[in-house]
């Protein structure tokens, strides 16, 4: 098998196996599976955000300032639902139109002008990818370094870029790297264990980037990386 691309990085296939077989199997009570996967939120049957989905990120390790953070997703709530009524439920990224992708997108835009306190792309990412699992990719530091950081990043920064713009060259990055290879990402998803919460290819994408990122941020910020704990 080829080597895997998660944005500027390549990772070989057996390290990205046992990636996710440490991540999806082999830490039980501490990785964010099936925990995170397995959350229920407001009903899987209900396509819009209600308060229990904005618990999700804790999930993931994001949880400073959890009572201001909430009241701050709270808010954004009516925007972020008139903006998921124009994203077909059950599609899979793969399979986005670029007219899909920037509806989106659009998701962010909730970030811009202003920027609202207490919530970035980080933790939006996550109460969204629980509420679009297959559509929305989990985003933090390690995944910035991935797509943004490392020398090869396809989405450099720009000065003076929305979020939102941010975001929908992300998406397509990202889309990109998922169908190049999508018959590997859906081996790693079945990694997940049967009588658990399935995964979807991109969340075993998600995976994969995390823990190709994280050596670098924790480097970055003077501290050992884990297997474990998912940078914010």
Known sequence: MDMLTVGGLTVEPAQAEAWAR?????????SGYPAYDAYEGSGRDNHELGDADLLAPALLNVSQNPIPTYYALKSLVPGLNESFRGIRTGLALQDAEDSQLDAIARLFRVLDNPAPKHVGMTTLS????RKRPGLIPVYDSAVAHCYSDSDRAPVPWQAGRSWEAYARAWLKAVQNDLRGQLEAWQELAHIAPADDVA????????????????PAVSRRHGRRATETAEPE
């Open 126 to 129: 996550k109460v969204l990818a």
């Open 22 to 30: 440490d991540y999806l199997v082999e830490s039980p009570g501490r």
């Open 199 to 214: 995964i979807s290819p991109l969340r075993a994408l998600d995976i994969v980037s995390w823990r190709a990122g994280l």
